[in-house]
């Protein structure tokens, strides 16, 4: 990794995380109403730990019946299932009032993200042009 990398890295990284989180509170809002649907998120802390380190970490899974279907890369990405606050009798567990709380903060942080990263990117420009 060369040093424009490691700079920006930080930065980018936390924008990468925060969209996927951004994306499963979105399923979670679009599913609200959906029987049986059960909210997801991710540990935002341990995720991008994880991505910071390269570690692919993720959960493990073991088949313990041939029809299983083996957990893959994509199936181990740190996605856990929110805790029920509210229960229904659809066994739905998104609580909106939750979602669109986080949903808020996730997309606040997310942009204070991107201003700190074009804020760099600004930075860099200007001792490249030397002004």
């Known amino acids: 990794m060369n040093k424009l990398d490691a ?4 930065h980018q990284t936390a924008l990468r995380v925060r969209g996927q989180r ?3 509170l979105a399923a979670n809002i679009a599913n609200a109403d959906t029987p049986g649907y059960k909210a997801r998120d991710i540990n935002f802390a341990d995720t991008f730990k994880q991505a910071l380190t390269g570690a692919s970490g993720g959960l ?3 088949t313990t019946h041939p029809g299983h279907i083996p957990a893959t890369a994509s199936h181990q ?3 856990l299932y929110r805790s029920i606050i509210q229960g229904s009798v659809d066994g739905n ?3 909106m009032d939750v979602e669109r709380t986080q949903f808020a ?3 606040l942080r997310y942009e204070a993200s991107a201003t ?4 760099q990117i600004k930075k860099l420009l200007s001792a490249i042009q030397g002004q």
Not at 7 to 10: C, K, M, R
Not at 116 to 119: D, K, Q
């Open 116 to 119: 700190m990263i074009s804020g």
């Open 22 to 24: 951004q994306e499963l």
């Open 105 to 107: 903060d996730n997309a």
């Open 77 to 79: 990405n740190g996605v």
């Open 60 to 62: 493990k899974a073991d």
């Open 93 to 95: 567990t998104v609580d």
């Open 7 to 10: 700079a920006l890295n930080f």
